[in-house]
């Protein structure tokens, strides 16, 4: 019914940035919180940062004055400014949407995940 398609991962140095993007297809008829997660190789998947319908913002202490996250209610698409990357950042980025859809089910769904690998 919906799916989510998450871009912008690669390789990057430490110290640079990377801007990834994710946008939501199919019946969709509005969405409420948008979000990003990321698993490292052997940990548990974890909280990156989370944006309201009406912009509030939450952040992992990780990553606090480090990472931006913004969405576009009008083409349903949540991003992720990254900079002053680490390598401790290395992992896969999971985007995630709580979508209410047009057969008025409401739902969270998930990216495939895209690779970020912060290395010099």
């Known amino acids: 019914q919906v799916q989510l398609v998450e871009s912008g991962g690669g390789l990057v140095q430490p110290g640079g940035s990377l801007r990834l993007s994710c946008a939501a297809s199919?019946?969709?008829?509005?969405?409420?919180?948008m979000g990003w997660y990321r698993q490292a190789p052997g940990k548990e998947r974890e909280l990156v940062a989370t944006?309201?319908?009406?912009?509030?913002?939450n952040y992992a202490d990780s990553v606090k004055g480090r990472f931006t996250i913004s969405r576009d209610n009008a083409k349903n698409t949540v991003s992720l400014q990254m900079s002053s990357l680490k390598s401790e950042d290395t992992a896969v980025y999971y985007c995630?949407?709580?979508?209410?859809?047009?057969?008025?089910?409401?739902?969270?769904?998930w990216g495939r995940g895209t690779q970020v690998t912060v290395s010099s």
């Open positions: 995630t949407m709580t979508v209410f859809t047009s057969t008025f089910q409401i739902s969270d769904y």
């Open positions: 944006i309201s319908r009406v912009g509030g913002t």
């Open positions: 199919g019946r969709v008829l509005d969405i409420n919180g």
